[in-house]
């Protein structure tokens, strides 16, 4: 079967450092994607993970474990921007890669 | 460079109306694929469409869904004789290629549709 596990909501204080976590259970794995939604707008691409390790990109890091099946966003120096929904989305491996299975998001409240 | 664009952003409807959803993928990009977002949900892969072709609408409920991507013209999926439960957000996303593999396959996302039955 195919499954994604993030927590529901997380809340941080500006300024600190959050990680959102995302558990998969998948048929086959070919790359992992984090999205950032805003309420009522577009999800918009963070992040593409497809080999173990870590991935860079400013205040955002992206981490991923095949072997456990396990990602990681870490957002620092959060801003009050930063509130929206995070989702993990995996893609799977071979002809129907295009269908990408999606956590049901983590709503991430960045207080003052 | 222009996102995805969809229209209308909501769409009130009473059941048994159709409802017609459009999306225009990025230029450049040949590919589209809708999604559904039901409340609390993650977003479910609905069908993935080229120019004129349907290539996997596993996603879809087989009764009153249907999509297409015309020559010309934007992708839209049609939802006739709606009922309550398909009250959702629609995502569309387009891409340039759908498996290339690494980032040259990124699905970027249009702000969505919000579809109302009542």
């Known amino acids: 079967g195919q499954n994604i596990d993030q927590p529901t909501e997380m809340t941080a204080t500006e300024g600190a450092i959050v990680q959102i976590n995302c558990t998969y259970q998948?048929?086959?794995?070919?790359?992992l994607f984090w999205y950032q939604q805003h309420a009522g707008e577009a999800p918009t691409f963070l992040s593409y993970?497809?080999?173990?390790g870590l991935e860079e990109k400013g205040r955002f890091s992206s981490f991923l474990s095949r072997s456990k099946g396990y990602s990681y966003l870490l957002l620092k120096e959060l801003q009050m921007k930063d509130s929206a929904s995070y989702l993990c989305?995996?893609?799977?491996?071979?002809?129907?890669?295009?269908?990408?299975?999606f956590g049901s998001g983590t709503r991430l409240l960045v207080r003052p | 460079n222009a996102g995805v664009m969809q229209n209308p952003r909501h769409l009130v409807r009473r059941r048994g109306q159709e409802a017609r959803l459009r999306c225009s993928p990025m230029?450049?990009?040949?590919?589209v694929y809708w999604y559904r977002q039901l409340p609390e949900e993650g977003l479910k892969f609905m069908v993935y469409?080229?120019?004129?072709?349907?290539?996997?609408e596993s996603g879809m409920p087989k009764e009153r869904f249907s999509a297409e991507f015309p020559k010309e013209g934007p992708s839209i999926l049609r939802i006739q004789q709606v009922v309550r439960g398909d009250s959702a957000a629609y995502f569309c996303?387009?891409?340039?290629?759908?498996?290339?593999?690494?980032?040259?396959?990124?699905?970027?996302f249009g702000p969505g549709t919000r579809l109302t039955v009542l």
């Open positions: 230029k450049g990009h040949s590919h």
């Open positions: 993970n497809v080999l173990d």
């Open positions: 469409l080229q120019k004129e072709n349907i290539i996997d």
């Open positions: 989305a995996v893609r799977p491996l071979g002809g129907s890669s295009y269908k990408l299975i």
């Open positions: 998948t048929s086959g794995f070919n790359g």
């Open positions: 996303a387009s891409s340039p290629s759908p498996v290339a593999g690494g980032l040259g396959d990124t699905q970027y």
